[in-house]
């Protein structure tokens, strides 16, 4: 049997929160932690937690797995047990494994790491994407409309391999202590990575009001180069890179 334990917190009836224990059978160790939460949901239907397209493209099942932010759906219960914890390789990012780490005994499951718990594994995520929506994550360019399309040479669509595949899971900035101690005002990983991927898109034309969005003590610069976020991302992104090539672009051209 596999033992698992899974943050329990409902505010209507609790007055603080709990750790449940429960038991799965050995065979769910060839499945991923979101079959486990789904086989525990049919015995208690109590557990909350998000989920969707289980293929870890919609992003909506991240949560802290035996210590770390991953995403359920693509989160392998042998690997998280054996303390091989491996984010998913891409062409793009580093990924960086953590690996020999002392297994686990147990599957520990709780809500991502520094959002506020509404139920269970289900955290408030009004503000980070109120800080998504800051950076304005659209395309800008007051140019008269061309008949077709805006066009890209294929050396300006490729600078923005690495940066569009953000799936906007929070598993990044929730693991980072920076945003942690400022989350009101430093933008955290995520969000940077997407103002990154418009700062050098060839289509847009507001890269120095963008810029000067951002040119302040705390939109970027509390990053403490700690690379939480590049260690967690599920995407195998690098959030870390892209937020120091802002810090450098605004050295050069900020105030």
Not at 151 to 165: K, V
Not at 167 to 183: D, E, K, M
Request: proline letters at 7%; aromatic letters at 8%.
């Amino acid at each position: 049997m596999i033992h698992v334990e899974v943050y329990r917190y409902n505010p209507a009836v609790d007055t603080e929160p709990r750790m449940e224990m429960y038991e799965v059978e050995d065979s769910f160790r060839q499945r991923m932690v979101l079959d486990v939460l789904e086989h525990l949901k049919e015995r208690d239907p109590g557990i909350a937690y998000r989920r969707s397209c289980r293929e870890g493209v919609c992003g909506s099942d991240g949560m802290n797995i035996n210590g770390q932010n991953a995403l359920a759906c693509v989160a392998p219960v042998s690997e998280v047990l054996a303390g091989i914890w491996v984010a998913q390789k891409s062409n793009y990012g580093s990924g960086s494994p953590l690996v020999g780490k002392k297994a686990a005994e147990r599957l520990v499951i709780r809500p991502l790491t520094g959002m506020p718990v509404i139920r269970d594994l289900v955290v408030d995520q009004t503000l980070f994407f109120d800080q998504y929506r800051h950076i304005k994550p659209w395309l800008i360019n007051d140019d008269p409309p061309p008949t077709a399309e805006r066009l890209q040479s294929p050396e300006e669509r490729a600078r923005l391999d690495g940066l569009y595949e953000c799936i906007l899971c929070g598993c990044c900035t929730s693991g980072c202590p920076s945003w942690w101690w400022n989350p009101d005002k430093y933008l955290g990983p995520a969000v940077l990575l997407q103002a990154q991927r418009f700062l050098i898109d060839s289509r847009d034309t507001a890269t120095a009001d963008r810029l000067t969005a951002l040119d302040d003590q705390f939109s970027v610069f509390r990053c403490r180069d700690i690379q939480n976020c590049t260690t967690v991302c599920p995407k195998g992104l690098n959030p870390m890179k892209a937020i120091s090539d802002i810090r450098r672009r605004l050295l050069q051209e900020g105030t």
